[in-house]
């Protein structure tokens, strides 16, 4: 059985989800396929995260979180032929949700997730400026700047500091610097499936509600459909 989650995001969230999506999807005749694809993948993956024992697998519910989030700032750099820089890419991608969000949904939930980010924050482990030289004291501006943050209502700023946190949490597990299921990253990793699962959920909302368009750029890696001349054709049609 899979244990319960404290994520503000849940199984009943991620179903009503799905069918704000679908209705999107019916009502414009599938036309966004940039948009749907990259909805479609999010939403099959965060599914597997929430379906993932919090306790017993934190390392890979954070991982098929992190892959949910990709999923939807993720852009094809057309010059390199490569995908774009992580951090480039999910930065303008908060940039262009919180635009959109006009009723506040990622303030909120930041609010409901004061302490957790703040914790993130607060961890020295987390800070890449720590690793250049570990024993140099723990430089908490980070920590202080987000509390400001908070009074001032600057979300984005706070949005972008705490996934940058879990970035690096996320590149210490996919690049061989963490044992599983380690006990010395448990409470972090716990920390970080909260916070990154708890703003994907309003992030999904937004871009399915405000951002169904032609606006996103490249996709990656987009389904072909075989013998088609073109690199953005895409074999999805219905969300399924």
Known sequence: ??????????????????????????????????????????????????????????????????????????????????????????????????????????????VELRQPVLDLLDNKFLDPQFWRNPSVKANRKAFFTAQSDFVEGRWLSLAIAAIDRIYTLRGQIVHGAATRGSKLNRTTLGLGCQVLEGLLGPLLEIVIDQCVDDEWPPICYPPIVEGSSSRGAAALRQPR
């Open 1 to 110: 059985m899979t244990s319960t989650s404290s994520s503000a995001t849940s199984e009943f969230d991620l179903r009503e989800l799905r069918r704000r999506f679908e209705s999107v999807c019916d009502a414009t005749n599938n036309r966004f396929q940039n948009f749907q694809i990259r909805v479609h993948r999010s939403l099959s993956w965060l599914e597997r995260a929430l379906g993932s024992d919090a306790e017993q697998e934190p390392d890979g519910r954070l991982l098929f979180g992190w892959i949910a989030f990709n999923a939807l700032y993720g852009r094809w750099d057309e010059d390199t032929g490569f995908a774009a820089k992580d951090r480039d890419s999910w930065q303008t991608f908060l940039q262009g949700v919180l635009k959109a969000d006009n009723n506040g949904l990622i303030g909120r939930r930041l």
